[in-house]
Each structure stands twice: as structure tokens, then as C-alpha cells.
């Protein structure tokens, strides 16, 4: 049922994710995590390294690894679909709507593949900076996204017409308002982090554009 699911996605997010952060800060301490904070080491294997278990560390690189991959080919895949869909609503160039015989997008996807091949380009000339500035944008894109989503979800809850639900949320009235000024705090803080501070900048006014 769509109770049981949603009860067992916040609880598998809980284990996997909050357990995982409850567990690296029990072994080290928060302040030496970020004063060592690289874009070429984990902080998994910093702690496997802080426990005396290197073959961790290699075995956790090599995931991180293939999880990349993963992600990497995922939103290849992701954005060439968005660019077909975009170009066949004339929301973008009409060629990048057009498919191949067998049905597949290949304009849409190398033109996303372009994209891919620029950045790696860009972070063979400055290295780590490219990294920390896509780091940026990204966070501030999922920050903007689900403001986005309470919003909409705060619009529906007032919408009078909206169809019965039967699923109900204990403080359904004020989650989305305390989840928004929990995203705007974090927004707020990135403009003291100085690889933050691009996409706070840039990022604000080109959402509300």
C-alpha cells in the first residue's frame, strides 16, 4: 500500500543515510572530517583509514567508484530523454526532438554527451575548482527543486477542489512552511562558504527569473 511504502522509504533513508553520518562521526569527530575535506578523499575512507583498515578504504573508493559510473550514465541518460521531450514540445530545438529509426534520441544524447565531454575537459584544466563550483550548483539545484515542491505541495492542501486523500500527515499544515525555511537556512549559510557563494549568487536570482 502507498501508507506502507512511503513508511518504509523514511525508514530505509533513516538507516541508510542518517545511520551511515551517526556512524563516520562516532569514529571522528566533525571537526576533523572538515578540516580535511578534499575532493579526492572520502570521508568513508578517512574513517576506515582513522580504524586501521586500509582494504576498506580501497574496497570503498572502488564503490564510490562505480557508483559515479552509475550516476554518470543514469543522468546521461536522464537528460538526453529531457532534451528529446523538450525538443518534441518546441521547448527547445525542434532537432533535438527527431529519433532514429529505431526510436532512440541520438541527437538529444550527444548533445548531453557534450556536455559531459566539456566539464571533463574543464576539470582537466583547473582540477578541483570545477568540481567544488558543479558541487555548488548542484546543491543549490536541489535546494531550489524542493522549495519548488512544498510549495506546490502547500498550493494543493489549499486548493478546495482537490480530490480526497486518504493518506493523512500528523502536521501536514506546517511541514511544508518548516521545510522551506529549513532549505532557506541552508541557502543562507552558503553564502559563508566560499565554494558556495557562485551559485548563491547566481542561483537566486535565476530562480526568480
Known amino acids: 500500500s502507498l501508507r506502507g511504502a512511503l513508511r518504509s522509504l523514511i525508514l530505509r533513508l533513516t538507516l541508510f543515510y542518517l545511520g551511515a553520518i551517526a556512524v563516520m562521526l562516532a569514529v571522528m569527530p566533525w571537526p576533523k572530517l572538515a578540516s580535511g575535506h ?7 575512507v578517512m574513517m576506515f583509514h582513522a580504524a586501521g583498515i586500509p582494504a576498506a578504504a580501497s574496497v570503498t573508493n572502488f564503490v564510490v567508484l562505480v557508483t559515479a559510473l552509475s550516476a554518470a550514465n543514469a ?3 536522464a537528460s538526453g530523454r529531457m532534451l528529446h521531450s523538450l525538443g ?15 526510436g532512440v534520441p541520438r541527437r538529444a544524447v550527444l548533445v548531453s554527451s557534450l556536455g559531459f565531454l566539456v566539464t571533463a575537459g574543464l576539470t582537466a584544466l583547473f582540477g578541483a575548482r570545477v568540481f567544488s563550483v558543479m558541487l555548488a550548483l548542484g546543491t543549490f539545484g536541489v535546494i531550489a527543486v524542493w522549495i519548488i ?6 498550493a494543493f492542501r489549499k486548493d478546495a477542489d482537490r480530490p480526497p486523500s486518504t493518506l493523512r500527515l500528523r502536521g501536514g499544515r506546517v511541514t511544508p512552511a518548516l521545510g522551506i525555511m529549513a532549505l532557506l537556512s541552508v541557502y543562507a549559510t552558503g553564502f559563508y562558504v566560499p565554494e558556495m557563494r557562485l551559485a548563491c549568487y547566481v542561483g537566486g536570482p535565476a530562480l526568480a527569473l
Open 88 to 102: 518534441g514540445d518546441r521547448l527547445a530545438p525542434r532537432a533535438l526532438g527527431a529519433t532514429t529509426r529505431h
Open 149 to 154: 515542491i512544498l510549495c506546490t505541495l502547500y
Open 75 to 77: 543522468n546521461l541518460y
Open 38 to 44: 578534499s575532493t579526492e578523499t572520502s570521508p568513508f
